[in-house]
């Protein structure tokens, strides 16, 4: 039986190297509440990324969630509908209202031609999401912030190692959130970030973070536990000594899947954006059925079948989810809707073998037409 392909593999160091950077734990038995591990994987994110300030916290999610806390956010928030089912949730969960704008056809992000006809007097914020390590209008949706007084609230989860006219993409809103799961670019197994400018905010987020807890004896607000622990900030320490090197080997495995597949008719590929370093997070393509003469669906099932795991990533849209069956009118977002019917990713890791690479687009051209190449 074939090994299958995943559409992506956790990076990982060197088991040795894994169990002398925790060695020390059994040592002092610090297994969480912002020890050591946590304190120096923070300073080293935050000289890597190039940022002012940064949050550590258990998951990109609770980051968002606690982000809007941290505000005090009321009433409406213009988001995107594709997007994970985390950016979404957080809004509601925080008993905030989503409106969600469409996205642009070319790099999936927020249209930022379509955001001021949907602010009202109940506008809070917007929260734009970076697509596949494609960066939003940031100078735009800036724009439009301060025209409005809205805070603005990056979900960047695909974004880590990002840069932007030589600028961290986390630098950009209110505040940027990062996810640091198992499946991103930088992992620390689970784990989450929020870069920020603004002290109070960071004060706010904190306390937020470990249970609303101003001092030994006094809990004056209600808050959360999103603590990362040391093993987690352990994992990042390792992993980010090799970031680098991981995000050129991602590159390698991009450019081979765009020298096979960059001007076949009827697939639409990730763009390359000016004025910026990207991370190679992802690879998505979008199959136009009517030209390329299969669907996305059959192209999935054909890989699926040849052990070759692919993902439907957005689909379905976040404002068509069964939780929110009714409230959402996904006519309104036609792009999205239309992008997340035909958007297939394939896999990309670190380690994925290039012959490999081969032998996916090989299996996706063959369905070209619906014939099969030789």
Same mark, same amino acid.
């Given at each position: 039986?074939?090994?299958?392909?995943?559409? /992506?593999?956790?990076?990982?160091?060197?088991?040795?190297?894994?169990?002398?950077?925790?060695?020390? &734990?059994?040592?002092?038995?610090?297994?969480?509440?912002? #020890?050591?591990?946590?304190?120096?994987?923070?300073?080293?994110?935050?000289?890597?990324?190039?940022?002012?300030? !940064?949050?550590?916290?258990?998951?990109?999610?609770?980051?968002?969630?606690?982000?809007?806390?941290?505000?005090?956010?009321?009433?409406?928030? &213009?988001?995107?509908?594709?997007?994970?089912?985390?950016?979404?949730?957080?809004?509601?969960?925080?008993?905030?209202?989503?409106?969600?704008?469409?996205?642009? @056809? +070319?790099?999936?992000? +927020?249209?930022?031609?379509?955001?001021? %006809?949907? +602010?009202?007097?109940?506008?809070?914020?917007?929260?734009?999401?970076?697509?596949?390590?494609?960066?939003?209008?940031?100078?735009?949706?800036?724009? &439009?912030?301060?025209?409005?007084?809205?805070?603005?609230?990056?979900?960047?989860?695909?974004?880590?190692?990002?840069?932007?006219?030589?600028?961290?993409?986390?630098?950009?809103?209110? %505040?940027?959130?990062?996810?640091?799961?198992?499946?991103?670019?930088?992992? /620390?197994?689970?784990?989450?970030?929020?870069?920020?400018?603004?002290?109070?905010?960071?004060?706010?987020?904190?306390?937020?973070?470990?249970? #609303? !807890?101003?001092?030994?004896?006094?809990?004056?607000?209600?808050?959360?536990?999103?603590?990362?622990?040391?093993?987690?900030?352990?994992?990042?320490?390792?992993?980010?000594?090799?970031?680098?090197?991981?995000?050129?080997?991602?590159?390698?495995?991009?450019?081979?899947?765009?020298?096979?597949?960059?001007?076949?008719?009827?697939?639409?590929?990730?763009?390359?954006?000016?004025?910026?370093?990207?991370?190679?997070?992802?690879?998505?393509?979008?199959?136009?059925?009517?030209?390329?003469?299969?669907?996305?669906?059959?192209?999935?099932?054909?890989?699926?079948?040849?052990?070759?795991?692919?993902?439907?990533?957005?689909? @379905?849209? /976040?404002?068509?989810?069964?939780?929110?069956?009714?409230?959402?009118?996904?006519?309104?977002?036609?792009?999205?809707?239309?992008?997340?019917?035909?958007?297939? /990713?394939?896999?990309?890791?670190?380690?994925?073998?290039?012959?490999?690479?081969?032998? +996916?687009?090989?299996? &996706?051209?063959?369905?070209?037409?619906?014939?099969?190449?030789?």
């Amino acid at each position: 039986m074939k090994e299958k392909v995943l559409v /992506t593999r956790s990076s990982m160091p060197q088991l040795e190297e894994y169990i002398e950077e925790i060695s020390d &734990i059994w040592e002092t038995h610090w297994l969480t509440n912002m #020890g050591s591990k946590h304190k120096k994987l923070q300073e080293e994110l935050r000289e890597y990324l190039g940022i002012e300030n !940064i949050e550590l916290l258990t998951n990109g999610h609770m980051a968002l969630e606690l982000s809007m806390q941290a505000m005090n956010l009321k009433g409406e928030v &213009i988001t995107t509908p594709f997007t994970f089912a985390s950016t979404t949730h957080a809004i509601v969960r925080n008993g905030l209202t989503p409106v969600f704008c469409d996205i642009n @056809p +070319i790099d999936f992000t +927020i249209d930022t031609s379509k955001i001021e %006809a949907l +602010i009202t007097d109940k506008t809070c914020a917007i929260i734009p999401v970076h697509v596949y390590g494609n960066i939003c209008n940031v100078e735009e949706i800036e724009r &439009i912030a301060k025209k409005y007084g809205l805070k603005v609230i990056y979900d960047a989860a695909h974004t880590f190692g990002v840069r932007y006219k030589n600028n961290c993409i986390g630098s950009y809103g209110d %505040a940027s959130c990062f996810s640091f799961h198992a499946t991103k670019v930088f992992n /620390t197994i689970e784990g989450g970030a929020v870069c920020y400018k603004d002290l109070d905010f960071g004060k706010a987020l904190y306390r937020l973070k470990n249970f #609303g !807890i101003k001092d030994q004896e006094t809990v004056d607000g209600v808050g959360a536990n999103a603590k990362m622990n040391e093993f987690c900030a352990a994992m990042g320490l390792c992993n980010l000594k090799h970031i680098d090197e991981e995000i050129n080997k991602r590159k390698q495995v991009v450019e081979r899947y765009r020298s096979h597949l960059l001007g076949v008719e009827g697939i639409q590929l990730n763009p390359i954006q000016k004025d910026v370093t990207p991370n190679y997070s992802y690879f998505p393509i979008i199959i136009n059925e009517k030209v390329f003469g299969s669907t996305r669906n059959e192209v999935f099932e054909r890989l699926a079948s040849e052990g070759i795991v692919a993902r439907k990533y957005f689909y @379905p849209l /976040t404002n068509t989810f069964d939780c929110f069956h009714g409230q959402f009118d996904s006519s309104l977002t036609p792009i999205a809707l239309h992008i997340s019917k035909r958007v297939l /990713t394939l896999p990309l890791y670190a380690d994925l073998n290039l012959e490999c690479v081969d032998n +996916i687009c090989k299996i &996706i051209l063959s369905m070209k037409n619906n014939k099969i190449l030789d």
